[in-house]
């Protein structure tokens, strides 16, 4: 993945009373539900985890996302060669 990651596109989050999340540099929204939406970015792969998760604003050409809920963490992953989103999600 580290080949895929483009240094020089931006990418910056910001959350909000933990209840707010703006993200930029998103390529893909990989999958998304109330309680962990799943992004492609400049930087890898963003998974937030959280409740009553919603996406706000989703503009894939500009490369935002909004999501609006209660967030309980933000962590990123690097690629694996195995398994899918299931295992990312239960870890």
Known sequence: MANELNRA??????????EKLSVTGVREVESFDE????LHTARGVLIIRGENLHLKTLSIDGGQVAVSG??????YEEAQKSGGL????FR
């Open 9 to 18: 596109e931006p990418h910056e989050l910001r959350l909000e009373n933990r």
């Open 35 to 38: 309680n962990a939406v799943v």
């Open 70 to 75: 209660t967030i309980g963490s933000l962590s």
């Open 86 to 89: 299931f295992q990312r999600l």
